[in-house]
């Protein structure tokens, strides 16, 4: 009996919710609920991460992700000056997800003349450092400078979604051709998101992620940027659902803020346009 209340007390908060309840997964003051990973350093000299693995779980010294206040309100800043993730500790399925995002000055090599760059990586599962050393296997919702809402299979994660072809591009089209997009597809693992709703840098962007069973869907500024289909993991060729898993936010060079991390369970997918 005492080991039944023991197990009865540590049930999540998330999993005790009901429908349309939500609940913050970021508490202003710390990082509580969530993991830190930080993966192999760039090498300026020789243009290229090191071989030797990073500081890697729990260990940030550079404090790449840390609480600050920013606009008047408690955020979360990722630095970018490490290439690494923040995970929550606990797993997710069923889900609506809002967040919101502003931009830094900040840049760091190897991305100095490129556009910042982080992400959304939902049903995050496996080993830390499975994608380049730095992320779990994951489905990713890009944010990037004027590519936020796209689609990015990590490290195995594979999706369906509708597209057209502009070019060497992908496009989402709710009427175009449903596609397969892993890293082993004929189409690869990158998906463009369309339209583009995202605020100029130094403004404050609302993300939305909708989950329910093997589906997602995509929302920018109150904007569907794509919806997809099929959720699944590859492994040796062989593929199995992939419907729930951790949350996680990349460091990739680029400050980031984020802040109003909330998550509330969904009984079913809704109608999105």
């Known amino acids: 009996m005492k080991h039944l209340l023991i197990s009865l007390a540590v049930i999540s908060c998330y999993a005790c919710t009901k429908p349309t309840e939500k609940v913050s997964l970021f508490n202003g003051k710390d990082l509580t609920g969530w993991d830190t990973y930080i993966g192999p350093n760039y090498d300026t000299a020789r243009k ?4 030797i693995p990073g500081t890697g779980l729990n260990n940030d010294p550079a404090k790449v992700f840390s609480v600050v206040e920013i606009d008047g309100a408690p955020a979360i800043r990722v630095s970018g000056e490490k290439f690494g993730g923040m ?4 797993e997710f399925s069923n889900y609506h997800l809002t967040l919101q995002f502003k931009w830094g000055e900040a840049k760091y090599a190897p991305k100095l003349d490129a556009k910042r760059d982080s992400g959304l990586l939902y049903h995050a ?6 994608d380049g050393g730095f992320w779990m296997r994951s489905q990713e919702c890009q944010i990037q400078e004027g ?10 994660g594979a999706f369906d979604v509708p597209v057209s072809k502009a ?3 992908f496009v989402y089209d709710q009427f175009g051709k449903l596609t397969s997009f892993a890293e082993n597809s004929e189409a690869g693992r ?6 583009d709703s995202e605020n100029p840098s130094g403004e404050w962007n609302t993300l939305e992620l909708y989950c329910y069973g093997d589906t997602a869907v995509h929302v920018v500024n ?8 099929k959720s699944r993991q590859v492994d ?25 991390l909330e998550i509330e369970k969904i009984a079913s997918m809704p109608a999105l346009n």
């Not at 109150?222 to 289909?229: D, E």
């Open 48 to 51: 290229k991460f090191d071989s």
């Open 87 to 90: 995970s929550t500790t606990e």
């Open 125 to 130: 599962v496996g080993d830390h450092g499975a």
């Open 147 to 156: 590519d936020t809402g796209d689609y990015w299979g990590v490290a195995g």
């Open 167 to 169: 070019g060497e591009s």
């Open 190 to 195: 990158h998906a463009t998101k369309s339209p």
């Open 222 to 229: 109150g904007v569907v940027t794509m919806k997809l289909f």
């Open 236 to 260: 040796a060729g062989g593929e199995t659902p992939l419907k729930k898993g951790k949350i996680q936010i990349q460091s990739e060079g680029a400050e980031v803020y984020y802040k109003n």
